[in-house]
Structure formats: C-alpha cells, structure tokens
C-alpha cells in the first residue's frame, strides 16, 4: 500500500507543489577497476561511488495535469518520489514547498501515490477494497456510515458503479477489466480526499483504449481542483493533448517545463523542427534522446530553463528564506508523525482481510489446508503404534525425527547436533548447534519420545535390555529433569520472538522511503 496507516493531520491546501535546486544522490556500486584492485585484499569491504541522479530540478506544479516526460532512466520517477516525500532523504537536497510552505511531516500520509503494479486485493470487490483503505488509513473518528458515504463517492467520481460489487480478480479468478483495476487502485488513494495525486506511470501495461479512458478520468479529477502529477512515457496524442503542463527530463536534469502547446514551438526555436502529422509526444521524446548524446545541449537547455522559467520563478523563496526553510526542512523529518489506528485496529483490519482472501481463494485456501492435513497425517502415520522393541522401536523414533528435521529446514538439521556429530566433525563449528532450532526441535522430540520407556528383544519380550534414558545419554542429550525439556521451549521461543522483531525492526525500515 502506497502511503500506509497515519494520517494525522487534514492538510488544506490548494494543492501548488514548488521545488527548487532539486538534487539527488545515490551511492553505487564502484565499477572503475581500479577502486577495485585497491582493495582486492579486503573481500568483504564494499567500494561504493557516488551517483548523481537529478541535478537541481526546479518547477512548479498546480491545480490540472502535470505530466513529467522522458526516456527510460532520465530520472522521472526519483523526481516523483522526492516530491511526494518517500525518498530516504539522505542524498536528496533542495526545498520541496506546498502553497509556498515546507510540507508538513505528515505529508506522504495526505497525498495519494499510485505505484505502478497494482496493489488492490484480488479477491475482495472493488468496494470492499476501497473501504479497506479507508479503514486502515483515515482516523478512527470516522463512523461506519461515514466512511461508507466517502466510498461511494469515490466510486461515483471514478464512474465503478458497474462492477462495485464484482471481485477484482486473481490470476485464478476472472474479475474486473484492467482500467477497471487501475481505476481501483486510483479509488483506493482517493478516499483519502488528497489535494494532490502522484502517480509513477500510470499507463504502462494497459492497452491504448484503457490508458485514454485512465486519463480521461484523470483529467476529470484535475478539473474538480486537485493537482495530478504523474510520470509517462510516451503517450499517444491523445493522451498528450490531456495534459496542462509538461516537464521535460533527461539525464537527470530538465529541459523544459511549460504548457504541453508550448513543447514543439519552443523546439523550433532551438533548431529541432516537428514534422506536421508527427506526435509533439514522439517528438519531445527524439528529441530529449537526441540531446541525451549532447551534454553541452543539454546545459543550454537546462540553463535557459533555470533563467527563464517565469512560473518556478514567481514561487521561489527569496535567498534570504533559504536558509530558514531548509532548517526548518531538517525538523521536519525529526517530527514524529502519530499513527491515526491503534495497533489492534491495524492488526484487526489486515487480519480480516487475510481471512477473506484465504476464504475467497480457493485454490490457496485449499493448498493451505491441504499441505496441513498431508503432514500432520503422515507425521501421525510415522508416529502410530512404533513397537517398543531395541531394533525397529528405536530407529523408527530417530528416523521419525530426521524426516521432521529434512521437512523444517535441511541446513538448520546439518546443525543440529542431531545428524552429525558436530564436536568431532565440525569442532570449529559446532556452536553453530545452538542457533539451530531443529537442535532444539529434535531434543524436545527425542527426548518426548525416548524418557520413561524400556526397549525389550523382539524374539524375547521378557528380556529388556536397553532404556530410554540409555539413549538418551548415548546421544549426551541431557534429561535429568524438566527444566532440561521445558529449556528447549525456552529457546525455541526466544528464536521466535527475535525472528518477529527482526523482521519487523526490517519493514519499518523499508515502508516509508525507497
Ligand atoms: N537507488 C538507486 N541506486 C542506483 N541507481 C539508481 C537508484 N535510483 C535510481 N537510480 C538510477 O537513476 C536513474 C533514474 O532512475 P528513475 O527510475 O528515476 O528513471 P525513470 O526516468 O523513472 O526511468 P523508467 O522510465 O525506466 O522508470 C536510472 O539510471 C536508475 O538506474
């Protein structure tokens, strides 16, 4: 989901995004052979160089549509999402201003982003997927009826009355059409009411007539006053003609931003002429590789953008505000933003909607319900009636255990103390046995199995000459009391929960930028 689940905050506005000295940096890979060589004794040691992406881009984007334009890898989408505020701001400076203020730090939260693969539920309809959002991400103030009403416009205002109540649709299941789904997908952002919407290429994948009736729509929403920004590549003419204004991108840096009626005149003027039946689409896009190969074209492009650009001009801060709003840009990433749901309503909501999906799949609710019953059935298998004898009772209890282990993880029983016998095989390795659940695992079972039984001869039942504990000290499992059963719990245990904030220290640190 695009913006997640705090929105603390109704920003009003009417919806102008400025920017200014937009520059942005990333750090690569190092490819030059000889920062290599260099360190050629350090294996592990990582050259990284410092790539520049966008260099100080500046516009201004209002109330209409906003399209920005450019080959593949000029740097649209890096623009997108430093405007929309989910870029790790490390190696990304400039001012970012919404009606000529910092934008608050709840921002990212307020705005709609659609992404380009689409996010929606396949196996929810379509107002259920749109009231989901709505659920997770608007405050918990909001009744029932509410936010019913707010879905309903929406599906209204997307014009999805028709298939409201169809399912969307899986790979699996037939559903909705695909503008239908992108269309979802847009709704499931508007119900946020947000005053400006991003969107990364919003056409790609739809065939011709799918992407104009997206951008017809799209162009409904801008006329009702809010302000859609969105990367394309290249657009047939009649999507172009759609558009307000255009910002033109290449190799990171801009080389025109002005009315889309004004690309092809502003061209002519710099020696590159369109052909009269050629799309201004196509043309900008010949012409933006053209320059792609010509640096010094480019910079004089660029610079004429910077010194002439009578709209980023009239919004930019004046030099003595600089240094004020980038302090201020600073506190506001240390705002702490407060989460509009309680945990338990997060938790309640992603739940019910799991479920759904685990219902309303059949084909993923029935594999699911089928590999449970498949090995519970066989591990019972394994386990049923096991004779009490020294030769097959014993080794059917620690094959039962090996075929367990193979089933959980193979590396993990390499480990386990179990297989091998790690202090003579592996010495320097064997205190990897206690990272290994399957150890853990297979001492709960060997010694649930093994404690309190007597192994007799199978010709002679009356002679027993073999005890579980026998065994159990035989693989120096200890067993002297619970504490040495109830500790592998323990453990087990501990794994679990460092698994658990592992894994979710790991999603809070992907979720907000990229
Ligand atoms: N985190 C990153 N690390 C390395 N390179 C990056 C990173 N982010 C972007 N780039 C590079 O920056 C350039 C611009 O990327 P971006 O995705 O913004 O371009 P784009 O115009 O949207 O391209 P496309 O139309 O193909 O999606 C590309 O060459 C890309 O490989």
Same mark, same amino acid.
């Given at each position: 989901m695009a913006a997640v689940n705090q929105v603390s905050t109704t920003v009003s506005s009417t919806g102008t995004i400025s920017f200014h000295n937009i520059n942005y940096t990333v750090g690569t890979k190092a490819r030059s052979h000889k920062r290599r060589s260099k360190c050629?004794?350090?294996?592990?040691f990582k050259v990284t160089e410092q790539k520049q992406i966008l260099f100080d881009v500046s516009g201004r984007f209002m109330n209409g549509m906003n399209a920005i334009l450019g080959? !593949? $890898?000029?740097g649209k989408s890096s623009l997108l999402d430093i405007l929309a505020d989910r870029?790790?701001?490390?190696?990304t400076s400039g001012i970012v201003l919404v009606d000529n203020f910092p934008r608050h730090p709840s921002f990212r939260y307020t705005v709609g982003y659609v992404v380009q693969e689409d996010i929606c !539920? $396949?196996?929810?309809t379509v107002r259920e997927n749109l009231y989901f959002s709505v659920s997770l991400r608007?405050?918990?103030?909001?009744s029932a009826s509410d936010k019913r009403v707010r879905v309903s416009t929406v599906i209204t205002e997307l014009s999805l009355e028709a298939c409201a109540d169809t399912r969307v649709g899986t790979e699996f299941l037939r559903g909705i059409s695909g503008g239908e789904k992108k269309r979802t997908c847009i709704g499931m952002e508007l119900v946020l009411s947000p005053n400006i919407l991003f969107l990364d290429e919003?056409?790609?994948?739809?065939?011709a007539s799918t992407a104009i009736s997206i951008m017809n729509c799209l162009k409904d929403l801008s006329r009702r006053g809010r302000t859609i920004i969105f990367s394309i590549h290249q657009p047939r003419y009649s999507i172009f003609k759609l558009f307000d204004t255009v910002m033109l991108m290449c190799n990171g840096q801009c080389v025109y931003h002005g009315s889309a009626k004004g690309v092809v005149p502003y061209f002519s003027t710099h020696d590159y002429q369109c052909e009269p039946y050629d799309n201004p689409a196509d043309f900008a896009l010949d012409v933006l590789i053209d320059i792609g190969r010509k640096p010094d074209i480019i910079a004089k492009l660029n610079d004429l953008y910077n010194k002439t650009d009578a709209d980023t001009s009239a919004a930019f801060p004046r030099p003595g505000n600089m240094i004020d709003l980038e302090s201020l840009d600073h506190k506001r990433r240390k705002y702490k933003v407060q989460a509009a749901r309680s945990l338990g309503a997060e938790i309640f909501y992603l739940s019910q909607r799991t479920l759904r999906n685990s219902f309303r799949n059949p084909a993923l609710a029935l594999s699911q319900i089928s590999v449970s019953i498949i090995l519970g059935a066989m591990v019972g298998l394994l386990f049923y009636?096991?004779?009490?004898?020294t030769d097959s009772g014993v080794q059917n209890r620690l094959a039962v255990a090996l075929i367990i282990a193979i089933l959980i993880c193979v590396m993990m029983t390499m480990f386990s103390g179990f297989v091998l016998d790690l202090d003579s095989v592996f010495k320097w390795l064997s205190w990897i046995q206690w990272t290994s659940a399957s150890r853990y695992v297979s001492n709960l079972l060997i010694i649930n199995e093994f404690q309190g039984l007597t192994f007799c001869l199978s010709n002679q039942?009356?002679?027993?000459?073999?005890t579980g504990e026998q065994i159990l000290d035989n693989l120096d499992i200890?067993?002297?009391?619970s504490w040495d059963l109830w500790k592998n719990f323990l453990a087990l245990t501990i794994m679990t929960v460092l698994f658990l904030i592992s894994s979710y220290i790991q999603l809070i640190r992907i979720k907000k930028t990229k």
């Open positions: 050629l004794t350090l294996p592990f080959p !593949s $890898g000029s870029k790790d701001p490390r190696g !539920s $396949g196996t929810l608007l405050s918990e103030a909001l919003p056409t790609t994948g739809l065939d009636d096991l004779k009490k004898t039942t009356n002679v027993c000459p073999m200890p067993h002297a009391n």
